[in-house]
């Protein structure tokens, strides 16, 4: 790390903090030579291998954008993106590579967003999934009634009135 003051290359880390979300290291340094100090972030990349074999950062705003699309329409709130976008990143950087397909992340999408909108569920799955015909819209939809089939409803309230 080069001193931003006068390009030396030594530097002492004086103090080192993690920060709030934890994605990345904040170091206050000391340059060896003119003493001045600054500070840098390091952050772990993440990088997205395309179908094509290009290489780019991981994006939270392109998970976002791609999925708004599926969305359109829906009630579906920007701060509910932001929270799919950042549980499709701890998704992928929980596998423990620091370069992933960009398959693996369509598949990190696909469970939260069928969370959080079916309809939209839907409409990112068959272009993501390459749907072709009814019969792949006609298994999705069954698939997610066997889920609702699977989850049990809540319980009614018992109070002193209901017996």
Do not use: W
Request: neutral net charge.
């Amino acid at each position: 790390m080069r001193c931003p003051f006068c390009q030396h290359s030594g530097s002492r880390v004086v103090d080192s903090r993690t920060s709030d979300d934890g994605t990345s290291i904040r170091r206050r340094r000391q340059c060896t030579k003119c003493g001045r100090r600054f500070t840098t972030i390091e952050a772990a990349s993440l990088s997205v291998r395309k179908r094509s074999g290009a290489t780019e950062p991981f994006s939270r705003d392109k998970v976002i954008n791609g999925v708004r699309r599926a969305c359109q329409g829906r009630p579906v709130s920007d701060d509910q993106l932001a929270l799919l976008a950042h549980r499709v990143e701890e998704t992928v950087r929980g596998k423990g590579h620091a370069i992933v397909d960009s398959h693996e992340v369509g598949l990190a999408i696909l469970e939260p967003l069928r969370e959080l909108d079916e309809v939209a569920y839907l409409r990112f799955a068959s272009v993501y999934s390459d749907f072709n015909s009814l019969d792949d819209f006609e298994a999705a939809i069954a698939d997610l009634r066997a889920s609702h089939a699977s989850t049990p409803a809540p319980a009614a309230e018992v109070g002193p009135d209901n017996h």
